[in-house]
């Protein structure tokens, strides 16, 4: 049995009892349809953590053991039979959608991320904490010479979840859009919005991330523990996106939000009860299509949008997910092998 490393996870357990194993177990090989990629970088995402600590049982997992990982970067390494877009030593990313039915309603309407029995990357199949991951290769992408493949990573989760989001919003100059969680997925929203010529204010909680956000382009950054601050957006706001799991922060969005504005959550809502009847929008997001993620590529390629990581080796997935929920993370976390 040819062997590798990788991070498993054979039972959900709380992140701080260490259920995150580095070690050997066996190597997969590309199927049908299907490529094997030496994985050069994986981003850690929170909805990661979520999975670990067994917030989506019974579900998910849906195998054990399971490498979680779901933003992923490497060179194909091994094709499957009938792969022809693709070639050995390519450059390639995966995002969570690890393949979907093809012949739903979603899947033949360019939305297939939508697709009720698509099979999710490091959930319902291994992902990219390991050394080499299988991906499907009518799903997976070829990266623009010159992007960084540790860098690159977080273009398949935030990136393409951002991107997503604010395409939902129709803003441009002249509009104002607040970015409500400026995290790893947020700093990469208010790139998108910036590029459509509005303003952009960041409103969140942790400094380092504020920080990031003017770094990146955010007009205003708004600390939201400070009540005077936050009461300056008061129906002030054209659009919003939301990528805190919070229903205190769902409150602070639609107070920021002006009448007939746009609300976009890309995270569960929570609220009891709220007042609506100011002809606002609510639009829920999930990723985006297969065309998106080609666009995220495209801008990243021009140097249009960036990410900001914080890179810890492969066999570090513990500690980058123990930072994680400490909130000890300034930007995102991606975990890498030496090429």
């Not at 070690?23 to 994986?42: D, F, Y």
């Not at 309407?109 to 698509?118: D, I, K, P």
Request: aromatic share 6%.
């Amino acid at each position: 049995m040819t062997t590798m490393f990788a991070n498993e996870l054979d039972h959900t357990a709380p992140i701080t009892t260490h259920p995150v194993n580095w070690r050997e177990t066996a190597k997969p090989s590309a199927g049908p349809g299907q490529i094997l990629m030496k994985v050069v970088a994986c981003g850690v995402c929170r909805s990661n953590l979520h999975m670990i600590e067994g917030d989506w049982l019974p579900d998910v997992p849906s195998i054990s053991p399971i490498v979680p990982g779901h933003e992923v970067t490497g060179r194909v390494v091994e094709l499957g039979e009938g792969v022809t877009n693709f070639a050995v030593g390519d450059p390639v990313g995966v995002t969570p959608l690890w393949k979907t039915c093809g012949v739903c309603e979603f899947c033949t309407s360019g939305r297939e991320m939508l697709c009720h029995h698509r099979e999710i990357t490091g959930e319902t199949v291994n992902g990219g904490y390991a050394e080499y991951m299988v991906a499907t290769a009518d799903y997976a992408y070829r990266i623009p010479e010159g992007l960084d493949l540790i860098d690159a990573a977080p273009l398949f989760c935030p990136g393409i979840t951002a991107f997503g989001a604010v395409e939902k919003l129709d803003v441009g100059p002249g509009d104002t859009v607040a970015i409500f969680g400026p995290g790893g997925v947020g700093h990469m929203a208010i790139q998108f919005a910036a590029l459509t010529g509005a303003e952009v204010v960041a409103v969140g909680r942790t400094p380092e991330h504020l920080k990031v956000a003017l770094e990146v382009g955010a007009t205003r950054a708004v600390n939201s523990t400070d009540s005077d601050e936050l009461a300056s957006l008061t129906d002030a706001m054209d659009a919003v996106i939301t990528f805190a799991d919070s229903d205190v922060v769902t409150a602070q969005a639609f107070e920021a939000l002006k009448w007939g504005g746009t609300l976009v959550n890309a995270v569960p809502l929570h609220f009891k009860e709220f007042p609506f009847n100011k002809g606002q929008i609510i639009k829920g997001t999930i990723l985006a299509n297969h065309a998106g993620m080609e666009r995220v590529l495209e801008l990243a390629a021009a140097g249009k949008v960036h990410t900001i990581t914080q890179r810890f080796p492969m066999d570090q997935a513990d500690k980058a997910l123990q930072l994680l929920a400490e909130g000890k993370l300034a930007s995102r976390a991606v975990l890498y092998n030496e090429e």
